[in-house]
């Protein structure tokens, strides 16, 4: 059975990215990342979906680096904007060069556990504030990662990101298609004991389900 190294935030994307490498039989070893963000809770969600898919899981704790990447609404005290994903406003929650981070780590882990894929749930809806999440990152990571590992690890190690041309309402198409369980996975950026509603996550997960077509299971404050 092959081997995949899934970075799971306990999000809608990628807790569906876990289900779908799960249908393709893949071994699964998914990593969640403490890097101090407000929504740490989250990392709940992504070891909840572990147990469910009998899934090796793992936390990796950052929470230091974070500290040194100040300017963020997710990891430094900066309110957190509400509104539309894609507004000029949600550049605020950039974590700096967060995604290159978290993949190096993952490779490394694959690398020693001879995994053929590392993967990853951004999609294109992310494209317009996150230059981490967009095809040509993806493209130029996986290259850099084949020189950065040459002649260790699996030969055919890979970057898998499966959903980086489409956008966040085929994600729950999908998800629905594979029996995810939305009601147990976490957006909110405010982290609190409900989905706000309000945040640019929550808008953004509010407008999937009803593009797709598919009921919303979220409890929302407001």
């Not at 799971?8 to 071994?27: C, I, K, R």
């Not at 147990?51 to 990891?75: C, N, Y």
């Not at 539309?84 to 694959?110: C, D, E, F, K, W």
């Not at 317009?128 to 996986?142: G, K, M, T, V």
Request: include cysteine.
């Amino acid at each position: 059975m092959p081997k995949a190294i899934a970075i799971v935030s306990g999000g809608l994307d990628s807790v569906t990215l876990a289900y779908l490498l799960h249908s393709e039989n893949y071994d699964l070893h998914l990593l969640a990342f403490n890097y101090g963000q407000r929504h740490a809770k989250e990392i709940d969600y992504a070891r909840r979906c572990a147990h469910r898919l009998d899934a090796e899981f793992d936390i990796v704790d950052l929470a230091a680096l974070g500290q040194l990447l100040k300017g963020s609404a997710l990891t430094d005290d900066i309110a957190i904007p509400h509104g539309h994903y894609t507004a000029p406003s949600m550049a605020v929650t950039v974590v700096p060069n967060r995604n290159a981070i978290m993949l190096s780590i993952a490779y490394g882990v694959a690398v020693a556990e001879n995994a053929e894929v590392v993967a990853t749930g951004v999609h294109a809806g992310d494209h317009p504030i996150y230059p981490d999440c967009r095809l040509a990152f993806i493209d130029s990571f996986n290259m850099m990662q084949r020189v950065a590992v040459e002649g260790y690890g699996n030969p055919n190690l890979r970057l898998h990101a499966p959903f980086v041309q489409i956008g966040k309402h085929d994600i729950v198409a999908i998800g629905a298609r594979l029996g995810v369980p939305f009601e147990d996975t976490w957006s909110c950026y405010e982290g609190g004991d409900v989905h706000c509603g309000q945040c640019g996550t929550c808008v953004e997960r509010r407008e999937s389900f009803t593009l797709a077509g598919v009921p919303d299971p979220t409890a929302y404050q407001s």
